[in-house]
């Protein structure tokens, strides 16, 4: 018998349904894309509050005595370094450098730890830590399929909590997270997001999204929440500047080329996965690098375009999209270095046509 190609659903399916939201296949999961105007959803983050189902993200958990031990074997990053209540950005590598996923790693206490992988990399990751946990005195546990995630983001984000919760949320600062209770229901808070606005995500048991969605509709109501797709966070990760796996960042490009070498910790103690190849691909030329692009007009670059120097390809856009909120065109690309310098004039081939652009610093977009 074939396999089944049916996407998988989140707790939150039959929600989004009858609020009318269009699906996508994302992952191998049925995601809402959006559900009006994704423009309109956009603007909502930016200027209020958007809310956001993230229940294809995986939540694999690692506890025990060694537990910041393996961490730090198994990730870039100095995992022990981190204090209980504190999140860190952080990658999974392979022997050779290269990036098998970007990950947010949440401490929840001195020997448990909470690794949140992209829904394309869940097994990936998985599967890694699970090997890579051997001869240390720790368990890992992918919780995912029993835990849901629920996003709030804009700059009323905290009015919309505030009205659920009688949580310190003042107190919480950012890549940080605490138990609190929602209207009844128990919840990890984290002050986290992917959309370059103040906001927090929500780990619930997946049992109970349903009834969270709600109680964050209501609360929010009164402060421009509004439901927000896939589309929306995809251009508001874009204007931050932040990289998605697939896009910016693959396994066949390593932190440093990604721009991303800080959060490879060589000084923490004893030996990682990758840390030979990643120590020689620190000291070694990165022949691309990723940059901004600002466009004129309305044509935006979109990923696999080629970015040119006269008749000349230097480069490949990973990303773009025209900014719902800087009104022009923008991309992230990889260009040759000889042309990543901020000012520097190119070009994109957009079905043909050759549009001028311009390298930039990133972000696009910062928050005020």
Sequence with gaps: MPESTQSRETSLHAVH???G???TDFAGWSMPVRYASELAEHKAVREAAGLFDLSHMAEIHVRGAQAADVLDYALVGNL???KPGRARYTMICDADGGVLDDLVVYRLADEEYLVVANAGNADVVAEALAERVAGFDAVVENRSADTALIAVQGPRAVDVLAAATDADLGALKYYASVPVVVKGHEVLLARTGYTGEDGFELFVPAAEAPALWRILTEAGEPHGLVPCGLACRDTLRLEAGMPLY???LTRELNPFAAGLGRVVKFEKPGDFVGRSALADLAKADVPRVRVGLRGAGRRAPRHGYA????????GDVTSGALSPTLGYPIAMAYVDRA???PGTKLSV???????PVEVVDLPF???A
């Design 21 to 23: 939201a269009l699906f």
């Design 80 to 82: 022990t370094g981190v």
């Design 17 to 19: 349904k009858g609020l």
């Design 246 to 248: 697939g896009n910016e």
């Design 349 to 355: 081939d957009i079905r043909g046509r050759i549009e």
């Design 339 to 341: 042309y990543a310098e």
């Design 365 to 367: 977009y910062s928050r």
């Design 307 to 314: 970015v040119l120097s006269g008749d000349v390809s230097v």
